[in-house]
């Protein structure tokens, strides 16, 4: 083709373009709005990849994580020689010691109120530790070797930035210990807070503090003890033979059990990388749906365009112009509206890019977090922008050319449009009067039409389920967990205890006697891990009285453990190991094995029930059950509900200076966090219902726009029989309102099945711990219609001014 034809083509395709510049316009916001969401969020997949990669690298996240059991400690120098002594000591790079208990802390200043639970978490900082899962400092000043024994601490980043603490401040905890913030820290365990009960970005709710090794243990009590090992290994160490060897010697050294972990068993870690790939289905999954619209519309627009052209190509079919190049006119079009959506869409997803990266790190605190510029995702993303809407327009264009040229060149109204379904109606009763029927015989005139429409608004609506149905899910599950947790009992308060006492000891005898409280049950609450057909899960287990007057959780099947070996374990625990009612499990749990130190050991048990609490790791025994574990007669918790006249925060105030009290909290704290929490994410639902929103509207447009166009004679006809304007807006929105509603029905019905997908395939992933219960909530059906419907229906008001400047004896005429 000579530089010649190709001006002439390109005039042509202009020309085109300018005559329907509104509908031009409509559908490359439509492709702009499918490529900026898959450009700008798609850029934060390998930042995150990235960030995780040299944050932890950066701090040095532990390989091999050796805990043992729940109250157990072990001498700090007879575990590091330990572990020094075992056959593989040469893969070992670096080894530290913590210890770790949970405690109350109180950071209120003369401006607000701080009370929550929290964890000390004793570290080294010796030779410049600690060496593993190191402390990225924020504000202040790193420990030194001098800071041992001092009374300062190292405030987790999140909880410091939330309320706003800085070096410099005071915070108190559970024994009247006072502590002064010498700095803000990122731990690699950190970089989002998560608790051991299933809290989630939990930073308003759960203090974690980093102290001196020796101050935590003075606080404590544990002078020269600690809980914990974490090492890094070389490349290549066998983790197995190492984790053995580890086991073996400190149980014969220290007669004591551990229990180990690997980066992936941490929760954190576990969502930072999991969450990459799942976040990114949901991204390619909306930009689908986004780009599906936009090859509807552009399907429609590019067959009223050949429509309108029917003469011209059937003359040039008749002067033998081969098929392939009278093709190229209405496919440049196509190429160029899509080129102008890329670029719009480009724009639009640098600056969704820059705006997902800084919610990114106020939700996520990370020490590495760069955004280079991703040239290939922005690539893939003009490819599909461009290739979908372009293949979308060649059945119109191939369909018009294979036509017979006498039938093309044929003049006259309604040629080409043929009748459609609307004969199905002539022997069909339609109740009203013409003007009524009309929109309805319209949709059946143009079915083709009407299918890409439906289906292009369907897409809109689609996305506005997807998203609302997985906050709906996630909302409705958290309100579950609300109120199996709360029962009758909404105000209930857990007090922890710093070890296991008898129940009849002066600490559990404190809490009862105290003033605020009324009502009080005492329990065990250990960790352990549940197996079945080589599937092992993580336990909370609490071991609570038979019949308790403060809680029994709701059981869905089975009943109520009734001798030492039966539990109850949550519907997503039974479904994930395959298990049900009567079925045999292995419990791990602690045993007791000296006054100090426990041992891990495996227990069959029956699955006496299956209780309706959403949360995987929740697990209940009979405290009489507690025999078992060694632990008869000792308890680490105490349930309470105030006395009458006082409030939660009394009670939490009153027990704060108790000794052996670790932290008190009401048992529904964490749901009050995520709802904190769930506000922020609504932010980005309503960012998500508005470009659906727009899409509804665009396409709603751009096919009302075409339909105004394709109908001028027919509008004219009935001004010039004296049709109000009105009347005509009327049909035009009656005929929107039926393809709105079509159109809603089809995007609820396939963004429920993609949300009950997703729910399986994804979330699962990114929340195992959760049984995500399915849900729709009115007010998202609500906006769905709204979009679908309402806004569909009030398109045609737009075109009122035009119809008001029509020329009626120039649009009487019949002419191509």
Do not use: C
């Not at 993580?538 to 019949?547: H, K, R, S, T, V």
Request: glycine residues 10%.
């Amino acid at each position: 083709m000579n530089n010649n034809m190709l001006g002439l083509w390109l005039r042509w395709s202009w020309r085109d373009l300018r005559d329907r510049w509104l509908q031009v316009f409509a559908i490359a916001l439509i492709i702009a709005l499918g490529t900026g969401v898959y450009t700008g969020l798609s850029s934060s997949s390998p930042w995150r990849q990235q960030a995780n990669d040299d944050s932890y690298g950066l701090l040095n996240m532990y390989d091999l994580r050796a805990m043992s059991p729940d109250n157990s400690f072990i001498e700090q120098d007879v575990l590091l020689e330990a572990i020094r002594s075992i056959p593989n000591a040469d893969a070992i790079l670096d080894v530290d010691t913590r210890l770790i208990y949970p405690t109350q802390v109180d950071a209120s200043d003369g401006e607000q109120t701080i009370l929550v639970p929290g964890r000390v978490i004793g570290v080294n900082v010796q030779d410049g530790g600690p060496l593993v899962n190191k402390i990225y400092t924020t504000a202040g000043r790193p420990f030194d070797a001098i800071d041992d024994g001092a009374s300062i601490v190292a405030l987790e980043h999140n909880f410091a930035n939330h309320y706003g603490l800085e070096p410099g401040a005071n915070v108190t905890i559970s024994g009247g210990h006072t502590l002064e913030v010498a700095s803000v820290g990122i731990g690699p365990e950190y970089f989002i807070v998560m608790t051991d009960e299933g809290g989630l970005m939990a930073e308003a709710n759960f203090a974690a503090l980093f102290v001196p090794m020796q101050t935590a243990q003075a606080m404590a009590g544990r002078e020269g003890l600690v809980n914990e090992a974490i090492l890094t290994l070389a490349d290549g160490a066998d983790v197995a033979a190492i984790r053995s060897q580890i086991a073996d010697v400190v149980q014969e050294t220290a007669d004591t059990g551990l229990t180990f972990m690997l980066p992936i068993d941490d929760r954190v870690y576990h969502w930072a990388y999991e969450d990459i790939d799942n976040d990114q289905v949901m991204f390619n999954i909306i930009t689908a749906l986004f780009l599906a619209g936009a090859a509807f519309a552009a399907f429609n627009l590019v067959n009223r365009m050949i429509e309108s052209q029917r003469r011209q190509i059937g003359i040039n079919m008749a002067l033998g112009v081969p098929a392939r190049v009278i093709m190229i006119r209405p496919l440049l079009v196509s190429l160029q509206i899509a080129v102008l959506g890329v670029t719009f869409g480009l724009l639009l997803g640098l600056a969704l890019s820059q705006a997902f990266a800084g919610l990114f790190t106020e939700f996520v605190a990370m020490p590495m977090f760069e955004t280079p510029f991703q040239i290939g995702t922005f690539l893939q993303g003009a490819a599909l922008g461009i290739i979908i809407p372009f293949v979308a327009t060649l059945p119109p264009v191939w369909r018009a050319v294979r036509v017979e040229p006498i039938e093309a060149i044929r003049t006259g109204h309604g040629v080409g449009d043929g009748s459609g379904l609307a004969p199905m109606l002539a022997n069909v009763p339609v109740p009203g009067k013409t003007f009524s029927q009309i929109p309805v015989r319209n949709l059946l005139r143009q079915p083709r039409r009407t299918l890409m429409t439906v289906l292009g608004i369907g897409m809109a609506i689609t996305v506005i389920i997807v998203v609302g149905g997985l906050i709906d899910s996630l909302l409705r599950t958290l309100e579950i967990g609300q109120e199996e947790i709360a029962l009758d009992t909404p105000d209930r308060i857990m007090v922890d205890l710093d070890f296991v006492y008898p129940i009849d000891s002066e600490v559990v005898s404190g809490v009862v006697d105290a003033l605020s409280t009324g009502a009080v049950e005492p329990g065990l609450r250990v960790g352990g891990h549940l197996q079945h057909n080589g599937e092992t899960l993580d336990m909370m287990i609490d071991l609570i009285p038979a019949n308790g007057a403060l809680y029994q959780p709701t059981l869905r099947a089975g009943d109520y453990p009734g001798n030492q070996t039966e539990v109850i374990i949550s519907n997503k625990a039974a479904l994930d190991m395959g298990v049900g009612v009567g079925d045999t499990v292995i419990l791990s749990h602690p045993y007791r094995s000296g006054l100090m130190s426990f041992v891990m050991v495996e227990t069959e048990m029956t699955v006496a029930g299956i209780h309706n609490i959403p949360y995987r790791f929740q697990m209940f025994m009979n405290l009489d059950q507690a025999d078992v574990m060694g632990l008869g007669g000792m308890v680490n918790n105490v349930q309470v509900i105030p006395a009458d006249g006082f409030t939660v925060g009394q009670v939490q105030r009153e027990l704060f200076d108790m000794q052996g009290i670790a932290s008190a909290q009401p048992m529904t704290v964490m749901i009050t966090a995520m709802d904190d929490i769930m506000e922020d994410f609504l932010g980005i639902l309503y960012i998500v219902i508005i470009a659906g929103l727009l899409m509804a509207f665009l396409i709603a447009y751009n096919t009302t726009s075409i339909n105004m166009d394709d109908r001028t004679r027919e509008i004219a006809t009935m001004f010039a029989f004296g049709v109000p304007i009105r009347r005509v807006t009327r049909m035009a929105s009656v005929e929107n309102m039926l393809t709105g509603i079509m159109a809603t029905v089809v995007g609820i019905g396939i963004g429920i099945f993609a949300v009950n997908r997703i729910l399986d395939m994804v979330m699962n992933l990114t929340m195992p711990d959760l049984y995500l219960t399915q849900a729709l909530s009115p007010g998202t059906l609500l906006m769905a219609v709204i979009v679908g419907v309402v806004l569909a229906a009030a398109v045609p008001v737009l075109h009122i001014r035009k119809m008001a400047k029509m020329d009626i004896p120039s649009a009487l005429r019949v002419q191509e």
